[in-house]
C-alpha cells in the first residue's frame, strides 16, 4: 500500500490552527533574508504556539503503531521503543512471526532485562529458505496465539509484533483475527506491528503509522552481503 496516495494537501487540512502554525512558523523561520529581530519575534510566537499546543494534549492512551515500507528501520524504530519502555521499568513482550532461523543478536542484549521482557523468536526464517508453506502457516498461528496472551495481559505495557504484516501479506493469518485480538488489548497498553505491506485495514485501525522508503540499499546497488550489527 503506497501511503504516500495521501496528499500533503489532505493531511494539512487534517491539521488543528495551532499545528498549521507551528509548520508555517518553522517554514518562515528558514527565509536567509530574515534579520535578527524578526527571527527572534518568529521563534517567541513559535514557542507561544507550542506550549498551547502541548496544554492541548492531555489525553493519553494505548496506542496501536505500524512500521511498514520497504525501507530498512521498521524492527530497528520498534526495538528503540522497546528499549524505553524497559528503561522505564515497564515489562514487554516480543514476538518474532518470520525471522528465527537466525540466532537474533538482540536476543542477547535483552537478556539483559530477563526480568521484564519476554522474547520469542518463533519464526524458522523466510519463505525460500523453509519451503515448507504449511509449516509455516502453523508456525505463524502459533505465534499469534502467544502474541495474544501477551496482548491482553495487563501486566504487558508494550508488545512487538515483528514482522507480522509479512505473515499478513502471505496470508499465513487473517487480518480480521489480527484486528478482533487488538481489540482485547488493555486501554493503556501499546502494540507495534512491523513489516511491509501493512493491509489497508490495519493501517485505518492504527493510530502511529510509519511508512520507511527505500531509497538506497548496499545489497542491491553495491552487492554487499548482510553484515553484523546492521542486518542481525
Known amino acids: 500500500m503506497d501511503l504516500n496516495a495521501i496528499s500533503i494537501e489532505s493531511a494539512n487540512q487534517a491539521l488543528e490552527p495551532a499545528d498549521q502554525e507551528a509548520e508555517r512558523l518553522d517554514q518562515e523561520a528558514t527565509v536567509p533574508t530574515?534579520?535578527?529581530d524578526q527571527y527572534r519575534r518568529k521563534m517567541e510566537r513559535r514557542k507561544e504556539v507550542q506550549e498551547k499546543r502541548l496544554a492541548d494534549r492531555t489525553?493519553?492512551?494505548?496506542?496501536?503503531?505500524?512500521?511498514?515500507?520497504?525501507?530498512?528501520?521498521?524492527?530497528?524504530?520498534?526495538?528503540?521503543?522497546?528499549?524505553?519502555?524497559l528503561g522505564h521499568g515497564y515489562r514487554v513482550a516480543i514476538v518474532q512471526f518470520i525471522k528465527?532461523?537466525?540466532?537474533?543478536?538482540?536476543?542477547?542484549?535483552?537478556?539483559?532485562?530477563?526480568?521484564?521482557?519476554?522474547?520469542?523468536?518463533?519464526?524458522?526464517?523466510?519463505?525460500?529458505e523453509t519451503q515448507?508453506?504449511?509449516?509455516?502457516?502453523q508456525k505463524a498461528q502459533a505465534a499469534w496465539e502467544t502474541a495474544l496472551s501477551f496482548i491482553t495481559n495487563p501486566e504487558f505495557k508494550l508488545v512487538l509484533l515483528?514482522?507480522?504484516?509479512?505473515?499478513?501479506?502471505?496470508g499465513y493469518l487473517?487480518?480480521?483475527?489480527?484486528?478482533?485480538?487488538?481489540?482485547?488489548?488493555?486501554?493503556?497498553?501499546?502494540?507495534?506491528?512491523?513489516?511491509r505491506g501493512a493491509p489497508a485495514a490495519l493501517i485505518d485501525r492504527a493510530d502511529l503509522v510509519t511508512e520507511?522508503?527505500?531509497?538506497?540499499h548496499p545489497f542491491r546497488e553495491q552487492g554487499v552481503k548482510a553484515q553484523a550489527g546492521i542486518e542481525y
Open 34 to 36: 530574515l534579520s535578527e
Open 59 to 85: 489525553q493519553e492512551k494505548g496506542l496501536i503503531i505500524v512500521h511498514t515500507g520497504n525501507g530498512k528501520g521498521k524492527t530497528t524504530a520498534a526495538l528503540g521503543m522497546v528499549l524505553r519502555s
Open 100 to 128: 528465527g532461523g537466525w540466532e537474533p543478536a538482540e536476543k542477547k542484549v535483552f537478556a539483559l532485562w530477563e526480568d521484564q521482557l519476554e522474547f520469542h523468536a518463533m519464526g524458522e526464517g523466510f519463505t525460500w
Open 132 to 137: 515448507d508453506r504449511e509449516r509455516d502457516i
Open 162 to 170: 515483528d514482522e507480522v504484516n509479512i505473515a499478513l501479506k502471505l
Open 174 to 195: 487473517q487480518v480480521e483475527e489480527i484486528l478482533a485480538g487488538l481489540a482485547q488489548k488493555p486501554a493503556d497498553s501499546h502494540i507495534i506491528l512491523t513489516g
Open 212 to 216: 520507511m522508503t527505500l531509497v538506497k
